[in-house]
């Protein structure tokens, strides 16, 4: 177990070191001079170069690349250079927002899928199922954008109960809440989707095993030999499939914070990407990846915590 | 078990609606009701109508001929990434397959680390480095393809080297390569071809957020993608204009899912697990 | 179920009559389109920049009137020698910074010299070029000596590039600026709003009325259509959607303002590169263009046509609209005459505004009338700035020029990206940015944009508008912008 964590953990920080290789030398070949962003069109080009000295942007790509690493390493991300303050303040100013999302949108999605999935597979082959399963596969077909475009026509534009985007701040959670309510449940929904199919293929694995047969037979009525015995025994392949759809739910932030203008790290990173706010954008690709990376380590060592067999085998 | 030889419902939903949607994208090459991109200001935002049947954009396009063009689009670049990626992918998991060891290990290293990197994240990038564009939005889509296929097809053609035909051909001394294209490759085509197909659903979402965002085809060409984010700062203007697009995305993406499920059922009824 | 919800609603009602007691009348919340990431004009392009802070919180030596006059404001005046080379500027005295330390000539001196000094990143860096020495002569007077007579320098330094600094404060710039205007900077929420408050020891603050102001950063048109009507915004001066602007001309509560501003979209041609070197080409595609279906479609109508570059409000506007009507004919035979085939391959790379996607896909249609295989391409600002601005390596694009006397673009030489050399024209334009005398300068001016219209540098579309959805008791908000800036001192809730 030890010689595995190991292993997997020198792997995760290879994969991170790779990952900032790598959007290290695309942000800075891309085309795109982050001076000129800053000074705009009508800007002379001494001030330009004045102002790419300021900035750094002179040394070697090789020893700029050494310097930010050796930042990051000590959790430096160095400033930002179109916002003129540290990355690491501008990160944690919008990661509350875009964590609250996808801590609710998970949890969402867990719920929804735990009582579809539940639905569909105590109902195996009746029209609960067949709906639960009709539904799922319509969730999946749904581009998430497109569903937050339904969604904000139904509920802001037709019956103006809620905001079509923005995002009030914290000062006010009430209106905070508001403002995510949509956002979450367009994320949500595509994954409880996924979610909802795993859950009832295996309860209905479960279901086919001999100890639920043999608690049925022994008297225990239906609803409770689901609870407690099929339920918990079905959640093992549930609960790695949940980490992996968080790191989904963090990756589809992205999108969903551009469609609904939320001042989270999703639209932070594209705002950096066009700013060529190269600091910016390098810290915030580490650190998606570290989120998806860190999410797989952990459905890793989940499954070989739940499942004994594994454990066995990898010893 | 048995297997049943009756076509699984999701075959033939699947197979309906992916061959309506190839129907309409061949039909707009020939024929649309309007051309497609003609531009009459006059009479834009119109509801539908014998002449239009479906109404008209913001630019006073025909929606339906938009759509059809649309289909061909989504149709053209699922197509060329998935293959393009798919055989990459594929040939990628077949040589670590055969050659095993470090090499495995490396590829399979490879194809993790492309996980870890948002898919959308590099197409933005990509886009910021040669500019939107058909041919990027295909590579894009085409590359997040490459660790997928190189997964299934190694997996699969692992389960094949153990089969007695293998090891007899290689104990008569044949090479990797040739044991490879005369054993392996058949024997894993059914679980590629499935995968791809579901790839298919994949690729049709992707161009489509891709060419939301302003990264996938151009205008003239018309792009289902694209007419959803022009509509989108139309919403209380023209609320239909959001509809129509998202439907035949969504009608596109179930149609392959459906036709992938309903071949991996005929193919693998292992795999199905209909108790 | 229906009796509940009413209770919950009339619930929620009184929560909010008592959570929002009477109008104060004294703050104001306006909805921004773009939310910059500084907050120093002189470090910093980025126009909202200049829309929240210039005149509001920083002040310059002077300012500018809705009608593009230049007015005293920290200067409270000035003489001009007869040879146009030495400005005598008066200062206001007991001014004071929002940090309590004092302003005088000395904090002139070391604004002007900072941005012109040669680690200057000033974007308007050109503006200070004919600025040869700044003197401090006592702490109310400053003299400048100019190495050229310069038509534009009292316009130039009201805007927010010529910004007073001190240098005591200047350092927090960026982040929580000190300047010496009617408000003075209160807090900035990243991604939500920017608030800024009265400063009560300005030497007008009698006259203000308005205590708070919010600045609220909502780019979406429908959210920010959605807050006007919801009354969360009070005003929104630059409204980024004309097609929307009918249901706020149907609601009683609002003022929709369209006005003018110093935008003049263009759909520039690579003069540098075949065949748009050719003016039977660059004429033949003015021909080609419908602006009236181009303004319909893209600004549903609400814009001024231009055929030339100069804004339809100043007051040295010609009309050229009429030079090259619409007429696919004529386009043809000049591309014909100029030996381009039909079908030729062309490039619109368009940037990333709703002006100029919108334009795009319109005009794409028009040049195929007319025989032009022309590829749209949207792309991304950051690659609009390297491979159009920069590398010129373009045909044709579509891009507003939002500085205000900005003719001087057409005499910036091969290297600029018009890649436009026209030694007639230089001669012209230097004559224009020296001549002190209005009346023979707007002579000139209007030389200038006859000699771009007739040689077609490139398809003048329309003046940018400015779209402004005002709560009908406010008054004091700019119809139209001849500047950046919009001072919000004389803003007023009447009623």
């Known amino acids: ?315 | 078990m048995t297997a049943r030889r009756t076509l699984p419902v999701s075959l033939a939903i699947g197979g309906a609606l992916v061959a309506l949607m190839t129907a309409a994208a061949l039909l707009s090459l020939v024929w649309t009701p309007h051309p497609f991109a003609a531009i009459d200001v006059a009479n834009r935002f119109q509801g539908p109508s014998a002449d239009h049947w479906l109404g008209t954009d913001q630019l006073g396009r025909d929606l339906v001929s938009q759509l059809m063009a649309g289909a061909r689009t989504s149709v053209a670049i699922a197509f060329v990434a998935v293959v393009l990626g798919g055989s990459i992918g594929t040939a990628l998991g077949l040589f670590a397959s055969a050659v095993g060891g470090i090499v495995e290990d490396a590829v399979m290293r490879l194809a993790d680390f492309s996980f870890a990197f948002p898919a959308l994240l590099f197409a933005i990038m990509l886009a910021a480095v040669f500019g939107p564009s058909l041919t990027n939005a295909i590579v894009a889509i085409a590359f997040i393809n490459i660790p997928v296929f190189a997964r299934v097809s190694r997996a699969a053609a692992n389960q094949v080297w153990t089969r007695e035909f293998t090891l007899a051909s290689q104990v008569a001394g044949r090479g990797g390569f040739a044991i490879t294209v005369d054993h392996i490759l058949p024997n894993i085509a059914a679980p590629v071809i499935v995968q791809a197909t579901i790839e298919f659903a994949v690729a049709i979402l992707a161009e489509a957020a891709l060419s939301y965002l302003g990264l996938g085809v151009q205008p003239p060409a018309a792009s289902w993608g694209r007419m959803l984010s022009e509509a989108q700062t139309l919403l209380y203007l023209a609320p239909q204009l959001a509809i129509y697009p998202g439907l035949c995305i969504v009608a596109a993406v179930l149609g392959f899912n459906l036709l992938g499920d309903g071949l991996r059922d005929i193919t693998d009824p292992r795999l199905s697990r209909r108790p | 179920m229906n009796s509940s919800t009413a209770i919950a609603g009339s619930l929620l009602g009184a929560l909010l009559l008592t959570a929002f007691p009477a109008w104060s009348k004294t703050a104001i919340v306006i909805g921004m389109q773009q939310e910059p990431t500084t907050l120093d004009p002189t470090s910093d392009a980025t126009a909202s920049i200049d829309g929240m802070l210039t005149h509001n919180v920083f002040e310059a030596l002077t300012s500018v009137t809705e009608q593009g006059e230049v007015v005293p404001s920290l200067a409270r005046s000035w003489t001009v020698s007869d040879d146009g080379l030495t400005y005598t500027f008066d200062l206001e005295q007991g001014v004071t910074f929002h940090d309590g330390t004092s302003f005088d000539a000395a904090d002139v001196k070391f604004s002007f010299d900072r941005a012109m000094g040669a680690d200057s990143v000033n974007p308007s860096k050109s503006i200070f070029e004919p600025i040869a020495s700044v003197t401090v002569v006592d702490p109310a007077t400053v003299e400048l000596k100019l190495s050229r007579p310069d038509a534009f320098l009292l316009f130039n330094l009201a805007q927010g590039d010529a910004s007073i600094v001190a240098p005591e404060s200047v350092e927090l710039a960026k982040t929580a600026p000190i300047g010496t205007g009617p408000f003075r900077y209160d807090s900035w929420t990243r991604g939500d709003r920017l608030t800024l408050a009265r400063y009560p020891e300005h030497r007008n603050a009698a006259d203000v009325q308005l205590e708070k102001v919010t600045f609220q950063f909502i780019a979406d048109p429908a959210a920010a259509s959605a807050a006007l009507l919801s009354e969360t915004l009070d005003a929104y001066p630059g409204f980024p959607a004309p097609e929307m602007m009918a249901q706020f001309e149907a609601d009683d509560r609002f003022a929709v303002e369209i006005g003018s501003t110093e935008g003049e979209v263009i759909m520039a041609m690579n003069n540098a590169k075949a065949p748009f070197d050719d003016v039977r080409v660059r004429r033949a595609i003015s021909h080609a263009l419908d602006r009236t279906a181009i303004i319909d479609g893209a600004m549903y109508g609400q814009a001024t046509p231009i055929g030339s570059f100069y804004p339809p409000h100043g007051k040295a506007y010609v009309d050229l609209t009429g030079m090259y009507p619409h007429d696919v004919a004529r386009a043809k035979e000049l591309l014909a005459e100029a030996g381009v085939a039909a079908g030729t391959v062309m490039t619109l790379r368009v940037p990333p505004f709703p002006y100029a996607t919108r334009s795009a896909e319109i005009i794409q249609a028009q040049l195929a009338a007319a025989g032009l295989d022309v590829k749209v391409e949207n792309v991304e600002w950051g690659f609009w700035l390297e491979e159009i601005y920069k590398n010129l390596n373009y045909d044709m694009t579509i891009i507003a020029h939002t500085s205000p006397n900005d003719m001087g673009n057409f005499a910036r030489g091969k290297s600029y990206f018009y890649g436009y050399d026209n030694p007639e024209f230089t001669a012209l334009w230097d004559q224009i940015k020296t001549e002190a005398d209005p009346e023979k300068r707007d002579a000139l001016l209007k030389q200038g944009q006859e000699f771009l219209a007739s040689e077609a540098v490139h398809g003048f579309l329309f003046q940018l508008p400015k779209l402004g959805v005002v709560r009908k008791e406010l008054s004091g908000f700019w119809k139209s912008s001849p500047v950046l800036f919009q001072p919000l001192a004389q803003v007023k809730w009447n009623g």
């Open chain 1, 1 to 315: 177990m030890v010689l595995f964590l190991a292993k997997r953990t020198v792997g995760l920080l290879a994969t991170l070191l790779a990952v900032s290789v790598v959007v290290f030398l695309v942000m800075n070949v891309l085309p795109g001079d982050p001076v000129l962003v800053i000074l705009g069109i009508d800007s002379t080009p001494d001030a330009q170069a004045a102002l790419r000295e300021q900035l750094g942007l002179n040394a070697p790509l090789a020893d700029r690349y050494v310097s930010w690493i050796a930042g990051v390493v000590q959790g430096d991300f160095g400033t930002s250079h179109s916002f003129g303050v540290p990355v690491a303040g501008l990160i944690a100013e919008r990661l509350p927002l875009t964590l609250a999302l996808a801590l609710s949108a998970t949890l969402l999605t867990v719920i929804l899928a735990l009582a579809l999935g539940v639905l569909a597979g105590s109902n195996h082959r009746k029209p609960g199922d067949w709906g639960v399963m009709t539904l799922s596969q319509l969730g999946i077909a749904i581009p998430a954008f497109w569903l937050s475009m339904l969604l904000v026509l139904l509920f802001a534009v037709k019956l103006r109960w809620l905001p079509p985007g923005g995002f009030p701040g914290w000062g006010d959670p009430a209106a905070a809440a508001r403002a995510l309510v949509l956002p979450t449940v367009a994320l949500a929904l595509v994954q409880a989707a996924v979610l909802a199919r795993v859950t009832r293929s295996s309860m209905l694995e479960v279901l086919r095993l001999d100890f639920t047969r043999t608690a049925l037979a022994t008297g225990l009525s239906r609803g409770r030999v689901l609870w407690r015995h099929v339920l918990p025994n079905a959640l093992v392949p549930v609960v790695t499939i949940v980490g992996m759809q968080f790191a989904n739910v963090v990756t589809g932030t992205i999108v969903i914070e551009n469609v609904f203008y939320l001042p989270g790290l999703g639209r932070l990173i594209f705002q950096a990407i066009s700013n060529r706010d190269l600091l910016t954008v390098q810290a915030l690709v580490l650190l998606f990846a570290a989120i998806v990376v860190t999410a797989n380590f952990v459905v890793d060592i989940l499954y070989v915590l739940i499942d004994p067999r594994l454990r066995g085998r990898l010893a």
